[in-house]
Structures are given as C-alpha cells and as structure tokens.
C-alpha cells in the first residue's frame, strides 16, 4: 500500500489495513475536492514565492490533468492508495516527477482532509439548501391549490377544531424555510480556510494563508492555527443538526401523509405511481415512500449521535479518530438529499379528497366556532365555553356551518381564511437569492482555479 509517510519494515501489515478500513471508499467523494484545494495551496505556495513561476505553472498543468483524469474515472483510489491524499499525490509525482513531491510543502494530511471536507460541504450545503427551497415551493403551490379544502385539525391525534388541507401544507413550508434559513448560521463555519494550519500547529515557512484562502473560495481563516482540529466533529455535528431539522420537517409531513391517507380517515389520496403493493393481500396499497422517509430521517438523527460520539471528549489537537467521522457525515448527507428530492416530487401527487374531509368537520369538531358565535354576540368567554361543554356533553348537534361561514370566521393572518402565502413566497425569494450568490462566489474561484471548468 502506498502512503505518504515511510513505515517502518517490520509494520504489520494487518494493522495498516485495519487504520485504513473503508476510508477509501469514503474518500472518492472527497477526489475533486483534494485535487482543487492543491490547486489552491499551490497558488497560496506561488504568492509566498515558496515555489517559482514556473514549478506553479508546472503543477497547476498537472493538477488540472488530474481534475480531468478524475472525472472522465481514470485517477481513482485504488486498493494499494491509503487515502485520497496519496492518490492524488503519487498520480501527479508518476507523471510530473519532483513538482508532484513539492505539492505537500507547507502542508499536513491534517489540514489537507479539513480543506477537503470544508470545500465538500460548502458544495453539499449549498445542495440541499436548494433542494429544501424546491420542497418549500412545492408545498406552497400545494396550499395554494387546496386552500379551501377544509378537514379537522388534530390536537392530542384527536379532532380539535376545523382546519386545511392549504393551511397543512402552509406549516410544513414555513418549517422547511425556517431550517433553510438557519444556514445562515452554519455557512460562515464552513466559509473559513484551515490551510496553513498543518497538524494543529501551523509550519516554519512564510506561508501566505489569505491568498490560499481567497484562491479557494473562502471568505476568511481558521486565524487561530490550534482551533482546526478542534472543529473536527463539531462542524460535522453541526452540518448533521441542520439535516437533522429538515428531517424533522418531511418526517412529520410523511407521518401525517401514513395517517391522513389510510381508509380510516381518506384526506389524502395517494396516486397508483407513489405506493407500492403487497405480496399477499392484492387490494393493498402502501405508502412505503413516506415510511422510509420516515425512517431516514430517524436514521440521519443516529448519523448526528454517532459523529458527537466519535468527537466527544477527546483532548486537543488531531486523533486518528477522525477518520471515523466521514462515514455518518456522508450517509446523513445523502440521505437528507434523497428525503428531500423525494418528497418534493410526491407533493405535487398527492390528492385531496375535498368532500371526506368537510364531512368529518361535523358536530363536536364545530364547538369551539360555536363557542366563539356566542362570544361575538356578547357572551363572555367563560361562560361560553361552559355552555357549549355542556351542550356537547348532553348530545347536542353543534350548528352546522358552510365552508364559507368556517373561512370567514378565520381572517387573522396565517388563519384558513387568510394563509397569506405572499410572506412566505418572499421568504422563497430571498432565500434562492441567497444561495445563487454564494454559489457563484464559490464556483468562481473554484472555475479560475480548474481553468473554466470547475464543475
């Protein structure tokens, strides 16, 4: 196997492939992203004139070839690579001889794998956030189209007072903006480079760390050269927690979509092309999509556990316990894209059965409008309230009332009556117009740095 550090000859070799374990596997989503944060170190080397003019140019020829060759899958990490670094490292030194063994210059495995991860993530984040605005549009046209659907609203899983199936879905998008929105406090964790830091401690060269910085993309540093590997497994965590939210949000809409949808109560109707069948009963249709989405989004909560206990309680500085971490990080990003993707297309599919869910608004569902006509009428609430107890208590019918009657009684703002959509639409609005201006930002630099091409 080769590495980039020299092993002693009497090495076990069990051991090596016990520390290496599945990190490969792990590592060829991290290719593009180690050959473009050399591409950035490398202009970071050039500017603090550690490597001249032309060893710069002669190594971004041959990054750029290794960019190329990993996509068209002829550079891979292969059964004798320890990691993504090496892959990379050797491709270039087999081809472009001593300007490949310069490539490292100024810099560990430790900080290269943060730089890795960072521009990662940066890509990732950038991803699902997209992807969650396309669900939040989703389910605003859901709204808009059904927002005089009425069906009961649910409190304790018991019917509490009338309700939409608009104002249902209206939740769940202000749930999947709220998470969107809190990349705001994620992105500038990620926006920071940690190159020049190098196992914790920084190196004796005059390294130029801003310009490394800038030619990749990054706002700013990690200033503090200690403080990189004391973010390893928090800034995972913490990417993990903001997935965590969004599978809260489609984890619950899937839930209720289980339940809204089963005979029993029928508000929903699932379309042929989104349930699966049973290999026994011929009449079933199941609504196996939204229970595995159900389960995915408990799973990516496991990834989050998993990674704090990983990182937790370990001392200062880098532990090979690290590498543990990319496994939950990947799979919990791959399945909140796939909740994502997913929901958003079976939100559009779904049906609504409009007349099933006005006749379950009948009788005791229409107490409480009843306790507030007596109210407008100059009844004070208690003694309302009370009366109608009663009245509901002794069998009474509650006055029916029309879906225009229900409506009208509900015009604050965000009610049935008044959803207010147009809020939320702009929420929309600035949210898209955040991500394409920090995409262009970081695809810019990462373009400039893979000569045009830095997709």
Same mark, same amino acid.
């Given at each position: 196997?080769?590495?980039?550090?020299?092993?002693?000859?009497?090495?076990?070799?069990?051991?090596?492939?016990?520390?290496?374990?599945?990190?490969?596997?792990?590592?060829?989503?991290?290719?593009?992203?180690?050959?473009?944060?050399?591409?950035?170190?490398?202009?970071? *080397?050039?500017?603090?004139?550690?490597?001249? $003019?032309?060893?710069?140019?002669?190594?971004?020829? +041959? /990054?750029?070839? %290794?960019?190329?060759?990993?996509?068209?899958?002829?550079?891979?990490?292969? @059964?004798?690579?320890?990691?993504?670094?090496?892959? #990379?490292?050797?491709?270039?030194? !087999?081809?472009?001889?001593?300007?490949?063994?310069?490539?490292?210059?100024?810099?560990?495995?430790?900080?290269?794998?943060?730089?890795?991860?960072?521009?990662?993530?940066?890509?990732?984040?950038?991803?699902?956030?997209?992807?969650?605005?396309?669900?939040?549009?989703?389910?605003?046209?859901? &709204?808009?189209?059904?927002?005089?659907?009425?069906?009961?609203?649910?409190?304790?899983?018991?019917?509490?007072?009338?309700?939409?199936?608009? &104002?249902?879905? =209206?939740?769940?998008?202000?749930?999947?903006? !709220?998470?969107?929105? =809190?990349? &705001? +406090?994620?992105?500038?964790?990620?926006?920071?480079? @940690?190159?020049?830091?190098?196992?914790?401690?920084?190196?004796?060269? @005059?390294?130029?760390?801003?310009?490394?910085?800038?030619? /990749?993309?990054?706002?700013?540093?990690?200033?503090?050269?200690?403080?990189?590997?004391?973010?390893?497994?928090?800034?995972? %965590?913490?990417?993990?927690?903001?997935?965590?939210?969004?599978?809260?949000? #489609?984890?619950? *809409?899937?839930?209720?979509?289980?339940?809204?949808?089963?005979?029993?109560?029928?508000?929903? #109707?699932?379309?042929?092309?989104?349930?699966?069948?049973?290999?026994?009963?011929?009449?079933?249709?199941?609504?196996?999509?939204?229970?595995?989405?159900?389960?995915?989004?408990?799973?990516?909560?496991?990834?989050?556990?998993?990674?704090?206990?990983?990182?937790?309680?370990?001392? +200062?500085?880098?532990?090979?316990?690290?590498?543990?971490?990319?496994?939950? /990080?990947?799979?919990?990003?791959?399945?909140?894209?796939?909740?994502?993707?997913?929901?958003?297309?079976?939100?559009?599919?779904?049906? #609504?059965? %409009?007349?099933?869910?006005?006749?379950?608004?009948?009788?005791?569902?229409?107490?409480?409008?009843?306790?507030?006509?007596?109210?407008?009428?100059?009844?004070?609430?208690?003694?309302?309230?009370?009366?109608?107890?009663?009245?509901?208590?002794?069998?009474?019918?509650?006055?029916?009332?029309?879906?225009?009657?229900?409506?009208?009684?509900?015009?604050? =703002? +965000?009610?049935?009556?008044? @959803?207010?959509?147009?809020?939320?639409?702009?929420? *929309?609005?600035? =949210?898209?117009?955040?991500? %394409?201006?920090?995409?262009?930002?970081? $695809?810019?630099? *990462?373009?400039? /740095?893979?000569?045009?091409?830095?997709?």
């Amino acid at each position: 196997m080769s590495t980039l550090w020299v092993p002693d000859a009497s090495l076990d070799r069990r051991m090596l492939a016990y520390t290496v374990g599945d990190d490969p596997v792990w590592d060829a989503r991290l290719l593009r992203w180690d050959i473009l944060g050399s591409l950035g170190h490398a202009a970071g *080397l050039r500017r603090a004139r550690l490597i001249s $003019e032309a060893e710069y140019r002669r190594m971004q020829r +041959g /990054l750029r070839a %290794a960019l190329r060759a990993a996509r068209a899958g002829e550079l891979v990490i292969g @059964p004798e690579h320890e990691d993504v670094h090496s892959a #990379v490292e050797l491709w270039l030194t !087999d081809r472009h001889g001593a300007i490949g063994e310069r490539l490292h210059t100024g810099r560990s495995r430790n900080d290269q794998i943060a730089a890795d991860l960072r521009l990662y993530l940066k890509h990732e984040v950038l991803e699902l956030h997209a992807l969650a605005l396309e669900l939040a549009q989703a389910l605003l046209a859901f &709204a808009r189209r059904h927002a005089g659907d009425l069906w009961p609203g649910y409190t304790h899983q018991r019917r509490g007072m009338p309700s939409s199936a608009g &104002a249902w879905a =209206a939740g769940y998008a202000e749930g999947v903006l !709220d998470t969107a929105e =809190a990349v &705001a +406090g994620l992105w500038p964790r990620l926006d920071r480079s @940690p190159l020049g830091s190098a196992a914790g401690y920084g190196v004796p060269l @005059p390294l130029d760390r801003e310009a490394t910085a800038r030619a /990749l993309g990054f706002s700013g540093l990690d200033h503090a050269v200690t403080s990189v590997q004391g973010s390893r497994g928090k800034l995972e %965590a913490a990417v993990l927690f903001w997935c965590v939210q969004f599978g809260h949000d #489609v984890g619950r *809409l899937a839930a209720d979509v289980i339940l809204y949808s089963a005979e029993e109560f029928g508000y929903l #109707v699932l379309p042929p092309d989104l349930a699966t069948g049973s290999s026994i009963m011929p009449q079933k249709r199941n609504p196996d999509l939204f229970e595995l989405t159900r389960a995915r989004a408990a799973a990516v909560q496991g990834e989050l556990a998993g990674t704090l206990a990983i990182a937790g309680k370990l001392t +200062g500085g880098y532990h090979r316990d690290f590498q543990l971490l990319k496994a939950p /990080l990947m799979r919990g990003l791959a399945s909140t894209r796939q909740m994502l993707e997913m929901v958003t297309i079976a939100v559009p599919r779904l049906g #609504v059965d %409009a007349a099933r869910g006005f006749a379950a608004l009948e009788g005791p569902t229409l107490a409480t409008d009843e306790v507030m006509r007596r109210v407008r009428n100059g009844t004070p609430f208690r003694r309302a309230y009370r009366e109608v107890a009663g009245a509901v208590k002794a069998g009474e019918e509650m006055p029916a009332l029309s879906r225009r009657e229900i409506m009208a009684a509900r015009k604050s =703002a +965000g009610g049935i009556g008044n @959803p207010g959509l147009g809020a939320a639409r702009g929420r *929309l609005r600035a =949210a898209r117009a955040w991500n %394409a201006r920090e995409r262009r930002r970081f $695809e810019r630099a *990462l373009q400039a /740095l893979a000569g045009g091409k830095g997709r």
